[in-house]
Structures are given as structure tokens and as C-alpha cells.
């Protein structure tokens, strides 16, 4: 019984030790690739979404009630189509109001400017200034004839006094004379009086013509205030006239409805957002691009857009073209919560790429896409998986290079690289193999077991 122990505690060691020696003459697993030579392009690989260049905005004229909106987002609309309206009932009441004025007021200069009661009215006053004139003419006369008589009459008394001291004249003839001097005196007092008076009147009277000739003075100013208040009231319905034609909101362009912030009828202020048009045929790519990355693109380099928006996985996507960068960058944060530099870069696609995709699949504003931007390429250099090289303590560039079943390390300098792929410019010649993503445990002189 102790010896079939024996035995098979033999056998167990055995294994052990066999197994032990396999392992060891069978090294450490890795995974390799050789080095090449072919073509290489270095990029700028990052997220991207759709975008306009441009959108209209309709927007609210005035303050005022808008109609229920119809349109849909996704709806198509032609440049010059009516896609938004104001209640028509507040404006037409508006313009009638503002009509009503100006009217009004062209009524009143048309009857301030009827100057026929005035004109005959001066004709009167010149027919009464010359009546007043033969009437004074005439009481001139009457006072001379006045003053005549009033002298005869004192003539008069004067002999009939003499002649009565000699006795030819009677006292009652005596008394006739002086009665009929009083009444001549009288008589010519009256004669001067009606003189004065009508002299007065006369005056007043040649005040007339020019009375009326200041009062249609006075209606040529009346006419320009009615004028200036014409224009006022003409410039209010003008004003009412452009917020009737502006009621009527249209499409500045053909597009599609981007957004409809509004649906049913409301009152809204002045400059209040209702639809959103935009030209899809313009879409283009927004994408935040690192500082310390985006000083290698240029303007018209070339760019592969991929995702699922479009379609396509790196390396099978459409083409485009870095149609500008923005001067200004700004800070963000990641979604590790690293803050970063970034800049805006706007990716145009290819002509004829966008309307092709388009008519493949449904593709708007805003959608999530990436972009690789190329920055360099070589056509046939010394190429390394990417994965392969890592830094060395002096921070320069190492591989682990397979050489006679073990791992060596080997100093190495690159140029052109990318997600994939690294160009080798020294230290690799063309048929070395290398590690590819070498484990952080690896030590030079480490037997291997290489799978490529």
C-alpha cells in the first residue's frame, strides 16, 4: 500500500516538473505584427453634429393675435408662401381708422379752401366803402348848403333888425328872421354831426375789405395746419397699411420647417419666434476640435464623416472638406470632467455627397456624426500598429522588438501616426516583429510565445 503511495506521488512530481518545463520553454503569450511599408495618413478624429449655416427665423411684426399654424415640422415650403398670419380683423379696423382721418381731414381742407363767402363778402365791403364814400360826399354838401343858409339867415336878421330900429320892419317880422336864424344854426349843427358820423362810419366801413381779406389769409394758415395734419394722419395709415402687408409673415426661402414654437391662435409680442425654415441642401458639420489638434488642419484639408447618421464606419464614410476655423476657442469640460481647450471647425461635404445621402436616408439638424480631418499622409513609409509603441523613461519613443524568442526593447523615432497605425523614421527595418500592445509587466529579455 505504501509503495502504490510512493508510486504515485512519483508520478504527480513528474507531471509537475514536465508541465513546469513546458511553460517555460513555451514563453510568455504575446501577440505580434510585423513592420511594413505602405501608405499612411495622420488625422484629427472627433465627434461632429449637422448643422445650417443659416436659419430663418419667423418672427412676430407687432404685437397682435396670430392665427393657428398649420405647417409641420418636416413640411416643405416655397420662398414667398404665406406660413404664418396675424387676425386680420385688428388691422382692417386699424387701417379703416387711419383711412377715416385722412379723409376727414381732406374734407376740411377742401372746405377751407371755399373762399366764396369771403370773396363776396369783400365785394360788399368795397360796394359799402363806396357807398359810404357818395354818403359823406353828400353830408359834405348838405353842410356847405347848411352853412349857406345859416349865413343868409344871419344876413338876413341883421336888416330886419335895422330896418325895425327905423320902424319899416314889424316886430313880428323881427321875430320871424331870428327864429329862422336858430334854425338854420340848428340845421347846420345837425349838417356837421351827420358829417362826423358818417366820417366814422366811413372809417369803420373802409376796414372792412381788409378784415376779410386777413381772414382768407388766415385760412391759408388753416390750410397748412389741415395740411400738416393730412400728413400726420397719412403717415399713420401708411404705418397701418405695413402692418397689414406685414400680418402676412412668408417663407424668405424654399426650405422645410425646421420648428414650430407655435400652434393655436394666441396674442403674442413683437419679435416672438413662430417658425424655425431652414435649406437642408446647405447642412453642413460643427465639430469642437482640441487647440493642441486643430493647429495642424487647414482650410481645404480633406475629411472622412462617419457614423451612424450616415451610414458608415471609419474608413467606409463620405467625403468632405474643412471649410473654416474658428478664430476664438473656449473652455469645456468633458465628460471625465477635464476641462479642455476647444475650437470650432465647420466640415462641408464633398459636392454631390450630401444631396447622394440624402436621397439614401432621412439626415437633418443636428445629428451625430464623426469627422476625421487629415492633416498629413505619406504614400510608402515604414509603418507599426500604433498599439505597439509606448514611452520610454526619458519620455522618447520604445517597441518591444521579437528577437530569437525573447522581448527586447528597442529606441525608436516616429513621424506620421494615427488611431492605427505609426510611421517608424529609425530604429525598425522592414520584417521586424513587434509586440503589439506590450502588458505593463514586460521586461526586456522576457521569453515569449508570439501569435500574430
Not at 10 to 25: D, E, H, I, N
Not at 128 to 153: C, N, Q
Not at 264 to 285: D, S, V, W, Y
Request: net charge negative; with cysteine; glycine share 6%.
Amino acid at each position: 500500500m505504501n509503495r502504490w503511495l510512493f508510486v504515485g506521488l512519483v508520478v504527480v512530481a513528474l507531471a509537475g516538473v514536465a508541465a513546469a518545463y513546458f511553460s517555460m520553454s513555451a514563453g510568455h503569450p504575446v501577440q505580434t505584427a510585423q513592420v511594413t511599408r505602405g501608405p499612411i495618413r495622420e488625422f484629427v478624429d472627433e465627434r461632429g453634429k449637422t448643422r445650417l449655416p443659416e436659419d430663418h427665423l419667423i418672427t412676430m411684426p407687432f404685437a397682435g393675435r396670430v392665427e393657428a399654424i398649420g405647417l409641420l415640422e418636416g413640411q416643405s415650403v416655397a420662398a414667398g408662401q404665406v406660413v404664418a398670419r396675424i387676425s386680420a380683423t385688428d388691422i382692417d379696423e386699424e387701417v379703416a381708422e387711419a383711412k377715416a382721418a385722412v379723409d376727414r381731414l381732406e374734407a376740411s381742407l377742401a372746405e377751407n379752401d371755399d373762399a366764396t363767402v369771403e370773396e363776396s363778402t369783400r365785394e360788399q365791403a368795397d360796394l359799402f366803402v363806396e357807398s359810404m364814400i357818395s354818403t359823406v360826399a353828400a353830408a359834405e354838401a348838405r353842410k356847405i348848403a347848411g352853412k349857406s343858409r345859416l349865413d343868409y339867415a344871419e344876413t338876413f336878421l341883421g336888416r330886419v333888425r335895422r330896418l325895425a330900429q327905423t320902424g319899416a320892419e314889424t316886430e313880428d317880422d323881427l321875430d320871424k328872421a331870428e327864429l329862422s336864424y336858430v334854425e338854420s344854426q340848428i340845421d347846420y349843427r345837425q349838417d356837421v354831426l351827420n358829417v362826423e358820423a358818417l366820417k366814422s362810419m366811413q372809417a369803420a366801413t373802409n376796414l372792412l375789405p381788409r378784415i376779410v381779406t386777413e381772414q382768407i389769409s388766415k385760412k391759408s394758415l388753416s390750410a397748412a395746419v389741415i395740411q400738416q395734419q393730412k400728413r400726420e394722419a397719412e403717415a399713420r395709415l401708411r404705418h397701418a397699411l405695413t402692418r397689414k402687408a406685414r400680418s402676412e409673415m412668408t417663407s424668405p426661402v424654399d426650405g422645410v420647417i425646421l420648428d414650430r414654437a407655435i400652434t393655436n391662435e394666441q396674442h403674442l409680442p413683437a419679435g416672438a419666434t413662430l417658425l424655425r425654415i431652414g435649406k437642408l441642401e446647405q447642412l453642413e458639420i460643427e465639430a469642437d476640435v482640441l487647440s493642441e489638434d486643430v493647429v495642424r488642419i487647414r482650410p481645404g484639408d480633406s475629411v472622412e464623416i462617419y457614423g451612424a447618421a450616415i451610414g458608415a464606419l471609419a474608413g467606409h464614410g463620405v467625403d468632405g472638406v474643412v471649410e473654416r476655423i474658428y478664430p476664438a476657442g473656449f473652455m469645456k469640460i468633458s465628460s471625465l470632467g477635464v476641462e479642455q481647450q476647444r475650437v470650432t471647425i465647420i466640415v462641408r461635404f464633398a459636392e454631390g455627397v450630401l444631396s447622394q445621402l440624402q436621397a439614401e436616408r432621412e439626415i437633418g439638424v443636428d445629428y451625430r456624426v464623426r469627422v476625421r480631418a487629415f492633416t498629413d499622409q505619406r504614400a510608402d513609409t515604414l509603418l507599426a500598429p500604433r498599439s505597439a509603441i509606448f514611452r520610454s523613461a526619458d519620455n522618447g519613443w520604445e517597441v518591444f522588438v521579437v528577437r530569437g524568442n525573447c522581448a527586447e526593447k528597442q529606441p525608436i523615432e516616429v513621424g506620421l501616426m494615427n488611431d492605427d497605425m505609426v510611421e517608424i523614421t529609425s530604429g525598425l527595418a522592414e520584417g521586424d516583429t513587434v509586440i503589439v500592445a506590450p502588458e505593463s509587466n514586460l521586461e526586456a529579455g522576457t521569453r515569449i510565445a508570439t501569435r500574430q
